[in-house]
């Protein structure tokens, strides 16, 4: 569990940015109060990402065998600036994963940010990271435990099409999960 953990991070569709509409207006956009700061273009782009997901997550075990479970993930607005992800998976016999993201964008490093907390580990990860729009693609780079409890580098790497993502991270440059998640629909 520790290494799903490790590897789980960033499972938001933080990157993916296609499940709403880019026409659909926002809420928490146009709920802004009077002499607030206006989202910067990069919050606007997090925003997009709100919607409910389904798919597969593909782990690598430390064996180098492979297990394939089914996931959901519901991501909604924090306001203007933030999106929260609330994610699900059914491990089968091990039980479900549950896991619980934070996002948005920081100005004042000009860095996307991100926390992570779930259920198979004390683990708070933070994470930094950029979009590099021309590719469609976002890294995202923390410190979490890997699967015998060091702190190593870990790195998420979301590539979007329309209407899905596909994230996969890595532990110390190893390739440890694959995610796969296409839209179910805007809340």
Not at 168 to 173: C, K, L, R
């Amino acid at each position: 569990m520790r290494l799903l953990h490790a590897t789980a991070c960033a499972l938001v569709a933080l990157g993916s940015f296609s499940c709403a509409s880019t026409g659909a207006s926002n809420p928490a956009i146009e709920s802004m109060q009077e002499g607030q700061v206006p989202p910067a273009p990069q919050h606007i782009l997090l925003q997009k990402a709100v919607g409910e997901y389904a798919g597969t997550v593909t782990v690598t075990l430390l064996d180098g065998t492979e297990q394939t479970s089914e996931a959901t993930e519901k991501v909604t607005s924090l306001g203007p600036y933030w999106i929260k992800s609330e994610f699900r998976m059914d491990m089968g016999e091990k039980g479900v994963y549950e896991g619980h993201g934070c996002y948005g964008y920081d100005v004042a490093s000009g860095k996307y940010v991100g926390t992570w907390i779930d259920s198979s580990s004390s683990n708070l990860a933070q994470m930094e990271g950029d979009m590099d729009l021309a590719s469609r693609t976002m890294v995202m780079n923390w410190m979490g435990p890997d699967g015998k409890g060091a702190m190593v580098k870990h790195r998420s790497e979301s590539e979007q099409s329309m209407g899905s993502y596909k994230r996969t991270f890595f532990t110390s440059d190893m390739k440890t999960m694959e995610v796969s998640m296409y839209c179910t629909g805007v809340h």
